[in-house]
């Protein structure tokens, strides 16, 4: 089995899959910055499987270490097709994790409604996006040259929440200290949301698990949710109150 | 510091004196200067023009709107990206401001009126931004409800201003469904034929477009100019 994923899921998918017997799974990655060029995400896929083959490299199942991303629905349209190829017996089988983008199925999909719900003027970051914050949002968006630009991207925000992969500790208090850095430039309060893997974990879990009927995990199927007490637990409220 | 024989073509851009350049280079200069995004710059070159007798709806059209489609252009083939569209926007705005009164006080009718708006949970704004200046210069009066707007304030604009069309923006696919929330509600209130609606943002398409019942989908600032000015006129000649 294969997972292909968004290089800003790297440390992540190799984490999940570096424990607890999933190691012969392998993990291929894209550049990161297909982010901000999601029409290209699908076609980037179909290359790199593409390749890979060529090499010999051919599986059984691939999981898409993606979500909707903004491709419009072209990630899901290759799922499918992909399926309809792997039926009559020709090439892996494809899914990809359910939820709009990363932000959702780290959340999980119950809980990011939620956030949402609670400030829409929120912008997320994740482990990889607050490391990342100088060269993907300073120095991505432009905004290191043109100081100007930042009220016109993130003058209708009003928190920055970060939704942390990493329990408790070391590594964790210098993921928070790039996020607050991130969300003092933008001069926004900062929350902080443990959320693990969520729904990366649960599907690459599902999709690898031993075949039943099908590889394909139900993505209608009502979500692992979490449960209101256990987001009070993991949320800290820093220095800000949440604007209601 | 550069000395003479090593003057980068950006600093030789700079020693550019628009007063000495003729109409159409002048032209031709704005919409290098818009591309690059130089407010100040088309800020000079339109009270240049303006001040040579040209009219505030010529300046508009023939220097910013056209240098604008160009950006579009670029933007939609991935030669230019984000932070540049914004800057170029920025630079329009700049121009517009020197224009809008002037534009005013001709008292040429709008060819129509627009309520536009990110739709409820939405927070992006460059695209929606751009489409209701372009609106502007292709002469609709433009009330612009902003971002995270919710059907509330949707029906409440559409019945205080009394448009012709409604316009919504989503960039998520978790908002673009809210569309049909407005659109649904129209249709409820026996509403939805007071309207015309167009909707866009980056993961729509023409079929979702139809999927919720909007009159047109629109993929980019120019294409939303042309087809809300066409959309008009064929109501109005249908009505005629
Ligand atoms: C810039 C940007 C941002 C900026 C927005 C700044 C601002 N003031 O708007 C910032 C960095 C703040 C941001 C925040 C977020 N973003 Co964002 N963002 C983008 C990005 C890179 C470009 C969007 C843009 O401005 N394009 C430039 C304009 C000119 O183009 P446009 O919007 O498409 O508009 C044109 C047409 O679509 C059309 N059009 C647009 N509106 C309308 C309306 C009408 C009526 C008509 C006719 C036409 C029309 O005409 C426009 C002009 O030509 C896109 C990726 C992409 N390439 O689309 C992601 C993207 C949309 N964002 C995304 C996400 C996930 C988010 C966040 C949740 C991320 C976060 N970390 O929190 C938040 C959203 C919070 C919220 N509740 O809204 C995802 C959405 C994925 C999905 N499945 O939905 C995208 C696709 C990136 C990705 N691949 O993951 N974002």
Not at chain 1, 26 to 46: F, G, Q, S, Y
Not at chain 1, 63 to 70: A, F, K
Not at chain 1, 152 to 170: C, E, I, K
Not at chain 2, 113 to 134: A, C, E, R, S
Request: aromatic share 6%; glycine share 10%; net charge negative.
């Amino acid at each position: 089995m294969l997972v292909l994923g968004c290089g800003a899921l790297a440390n992540e998918l190799r984490a999940i899959v570096g424990s607890g017997g999933l190691e012969h799974i392998d993990v291929e990655c894209l550049p990161a910055k297909l982010h901000n060029r999601p029409a290209l995400i699908a076609p980037e896929v179909r290359a790199r499987l593409n390749r890979l083959a060529q090499q010999g490299r051919t599986y059984e199942r691939v999981l898409l270490g993606y979500g909707d991303c903004g491709s419009a629905g072209a990630i899901d349209d290759l799922c499918a097709e992909f399926e309809r190829a792997h039926a009559a017996g020709d090439g892996p089988s494809m899914t990809r994790v359910p939820g709009a983008h990363c932000y959702e199925f780290f959340a999980t999909a119950p809980l990011f409604a939620e956030m949402s719900e609670a400030e829409p003027a929120t912008f997320y970051l994740t482990d990889y996006l607050a490391r990342h914050f100088d060269l993907l949002v300073w120095q991505g968006l432009g905004i290191a040259d043109h100081p100007e630009l930042a009220e016109l991207y993130f003058g209708n925000y009003r928190r920055v929440v970060l939704l942390t992969q990493t329990p408790d500790g070391a590594q964790r208090a210098r993921i928070e200290a790039c996020a607050r850095a991130g969300a003092d430039r933008l001069g926004l309060p900062l929350e902080i949301v443990e959320t693990g893997y969520g729904e990366l974990e649960t599907t690459l879990t599902s999709v690898a698990a031993p075949r039943r009927n099908t590889a394909t995990p139900d993505v209608t199927a009502p979500r692992r949710s979490t449960v209101p007490s256990e987001l009070a637990a993991s949320r800290r409220s820093d220095e800000h109150q949440v604007p209601a | 510091m550069a000395d003479a024989a090593t003057v980068d073509s950006a600093d030789a851009d700079e020693e550019i004196d628009l007063s000495a350049l003729d109409d159409d280079d002048l032209i031709a200069q704005m919409h290098d200067d818009l591309y690059d995004g130089l407010g100040p710059e088309i800020v000079e070159g339109t009270e240049l023009l303006l001040g040579r007798g040209w009219g505030a709806d010529k300046v508009l059209n023939e220097a910013l709107v056209e240098a604008m489609r160009i950006v579009g252009i670029d933007f939609r083939d991935g030669i230019l990206f984000v932070p540049e569209v914004l800057l170029a926007a920025n630079a329009m705005k700049a121009g517009m401001e020197v224009l809008r009164p002037l534009l005013a006080e001709t008292g040429a009718e709008p060819i129509g009126k627009i309520v536009i708006g990110t739709v409820k949970g939405d927070i992006h704004d460059i695209g929606k931004n751009l489409v209701g200046m372009m609106l502007e210069g292709a002469g609709f009066e433009v009330v612009d409800l902003g971002i995270n707007t919710d059907v509330d304030e949707f029906l409440g604009a559409l019945a205080e201003h009394r448009p012709d069309i409604l316009g919504m923006s989503a960039l998520l696919t978790t908002t673009m469904p809210y569309m049909k929330v407005v659109v649904d509600t129209l249709i409820e209130q026996g509403l939805r034929d007071d309207y015309l609606v167009i909707v866009g943002g980056a993961p729509l398409n023409q079929e979702f477009g139809e999927a919720v019942g909007a009159d047109a989908y629109c993929r980019d600032a120019a294409v939303a100019a042309e087809t809300a000015t066409d959309l008009i006129k064929a109501r109005r000649a249908a009505a005629a």
